[in-house]
T-cell receptor, first 113, second 113 residues
Framework: DQQVKQNSPSLSVQEGRISILNCDYT??????FLWYKKYPAEGPTFLIS?????DKNEDGRFTVFLNKSAKHLSLHIVPSQPGDSAVYFC????????????FGKGTKLTVNP | SAVISQKPSRDICQRGTSLTIQCQVD?????MFWYRQQPGQSLTLIAT?????????ESGFVIDKFPISRPNLTFSTLTVSNMSPEDSSIYLC??????????FGQGTRLTVV
């Protein structure tokens, strides 16, 4: 049973617009959440994270929102750039991030010029 | 961050054979992790490798199929043994730096024919 779900396998947006990538989780013990970006033929690279004590974390163009009651998080990219085109993985961990990471299947984002 | 080098980057292997994947880190780390990403699936943790002790395997993965070595604090190998087409995946080496964020190598794309 998948504990971390990314229900949209792909997303296409225009350059300059907002990209919103969604992630749902089922395990209420998860308290630390991360987003990774992956380009073809490269390993995933860490993008941004959020602890369950917060509901928002921002880093430049990237913002992650956490809704604990809904067990839902989202990654907003504003403005989207063609270089953001990649696969984005949501991951979750328990015990403040000290437990193993559980990943979603990823969402392929395409930003069109 | 950490610089993690994996070799080979890709390989095509005959069924029944074995492949050893190498992972080299640019500095000493306590734990190294091996992940698998099957086509269209999420990253799944295979095992955690500590220097000087046997690797700890996740449910569904066994040492006979995925033997791991960890001879020092900067190097590890994962062997995929007696391969079948179902083993065709991307295999990823990962380390952490004491925090929840994992850093990944570029991955090894394995195709078994």
């Amino acid at each position: 049973d998948q504990q971390v779900k990314q229900n949209s396998p792909s997303l296409s947006v225009q350059e300059g617009r907002i990209s919103i990538l969604n992630c749902d989780y089922t395990n209420s013990m998860f308290d630390y959440f991360l987003w990774y970006k992956k380009y073809p033929a490269e390993g995933p690279t860490f993008l941004i994270s959020i602890s369950s004590i917060k509901d928002k974390n921002e880093d430049g163009r990237f913002t992650v929102f956490l809704n604990k009651s809904a067990k839902h998080l989202s990654l907003h990219i504003v403005p989207s750039q063609p270089g953001d085109s990649a696969v984005y993985f949501c991951a979750a961990s328990g015990a403040g991030g000290s437990e193993k990471l559980v990943f979603g299947k990823g969402t392929k984002l395409t930003v069109n010029p | 961050s950490a610089v993690i080098s994996q070799k080979p980057s890709r390989d095509i292997c005959q069924r029944g054979t074995s492949l050893t994947i190498q992972c080299q880190v640019d500095s000493q780390v306590t734990m190294m992790f091996w992940y698998r990403q099957q086509p269209g699936q999420s990253l799944t943790l295979i095992a955690t490798a500590n220097q000087g002790s046997e690797a700890t395997y996740e449910s569904g993965f066994v040492i006979d199929k995925f033997p791991i070595s960890r001879p020092n604090l900067t190097f590890s190998t994962l062997t995929v043994s007696n391969m079948s087409p179902e083993d065709s995946s991307i295999y990823l080496c990962s380390v952490d730096r004491g925090g929840p964020e994992a850093f990944f190598g570029q991955g090894t794309r394995l195709t078994v024919v």
